[in-house]
Each structure stands twice: as structure tokens, then as C-alpha cells.
């Protein structure tokens, strides 16, 4: 696969991959390389059917076609093992999301990356622990101010209950 680097594979995450220990649950050859700018796609928030459900409880990210948008985000390198486990995490495996190549701008230049769009995508808020878990990440790896500050404004669902972000807060204690 193009990006790859000794047995790894260059991965842009927008979501809740963001943050670091998110991402290890499934992928512990997950390293940090930089953050980066998607031009001509924009963020979005939704579910792969009307009235889904899923372990978020509401809506999660992708990204669409949008000329003169940006999305933010991060850049990890993955072992060629852990692609499956990506993708399985990712809902490939079910036809949730599709994955893609795309060039993200770093101050290292344009990086070829695996990324992943939503298919048979509808719009709804995500849950507050959702847009917790992004806001977060985007924090810990130092995303721009303005683009958290965008991240921040987002209408959540109001959701309530237990969530995958209880399993992120035992692995991190």
C-alpha cells in the first residue's frame, strides 16, 4: 500500500481516533507521526442508517466532499497487522464506512494516508461523550485553536448512558 514505511501504513483520523488511547483499544502499534489538513472535505456527524444504534449512542464522524473546507486531524502510522483490526473497528467488514486514500498537508509535506468515509450516510448529533472523545484528541495532539474552537460549538444529542468513552476511562486510569 502506497505510504507504507517498513511494515506500517500511514492512517489520517478526523474522529474519535483522535485520541490516543481510543485508538489502542484496537491498534497497539499505533504511533503518533503529525497532525495534518484534509483541503475540499468537510466534517460531518451522522449514522449509516436512519434510525441505527450504535456503541456511541448518536451520531459519528466522516468526512464529505466540500470544495474550500478543511478537516483536521491526525496522522498515526499502523503496523500491517493491525490493518484488519482497523478496518473491522472501522465497520469495513459490514459496509459502513469505505476506506480511502487521501493527501493530507503536514509541515512535512503532503502525506498519502488510509482514511475512512461513511457509506449511506444520515445526518444526527453526536453524543457528548462522542464529541468529548474528539474534542480531546484534538486537544492532546494540538489541532489548531480555531479548528477546536469548531469542534466545541457542535450540537450533541444530549445521550446520557454508558458508552465506549467508559472503556476509554478505565484504560487510562
Not at 495534518?36 to 441505527?52: I, P, Q, S, T
Not at 509535506?109 to 462522542?130: E, I, K, W
Not at 444529542?157 to 468513552?165: A, D, Q
Amino acid at each position: 500500500m502506497s505510504g507504507a514505511v517498513c511494515g506500517r501504513f500511514m492512517y489520517f483520523a478526523f474522529g474519535s481516533n483522535l485520541l490516543k488511547e481510543r485508538l489502542l483499544l484496537a491498534n497497539p502499534s499505533a504511533i503518533f507521526c503529525t497532525t495534518g489538513r484534509l483541503k475540499d472535505y468537510e466534517l460531518n456527524f451522522g449514522m449509516w442508517e436512519k434510525h441505527g444504534d450504535n456503541a456511541w449512542h448518536g451520531g459519528v464522524a466522516t468526512i464529505e466532499c466540500c470544495p474550500g473546507s478543511e478537516v483536521w486531524g491526525v496522522i498515526w502510522t499502523l503496523s500491517n497487522e493491525d490493518l484488519t483490526s482497523l478496518d473491522n473497528q472501522e465497520g469495513v467488514n459490514l459496509g459502513l464506512y469505505t476506506p480511502l486514500e487521501v493527501s493530507v498537508e503536514t509541515d512535512k509535506g503532503l502525506m498519502l494516508c488510509r482514511t475512512y468515509q461513511m457509506n449511506n450516510f444520515h445526518a444526527c448529533r453526536p453524543s457528548p461523550q462522542y464529541k468529548q472523545v474528539v474534542c480531546l484528541g484534538a486537544e492532546q495532539n494540538g489541532l489548531p485553536a480555531e479548528y477546536l474552537k469548531r469542534l466545541e460549538v457542535i450540537q450533541t444529542n444530549s445521550y446520557s448512558g454508558p458508552s465506549v468513552l467508559d472503556r476509554i476511562r478505565t484504560v487510562t486510569k
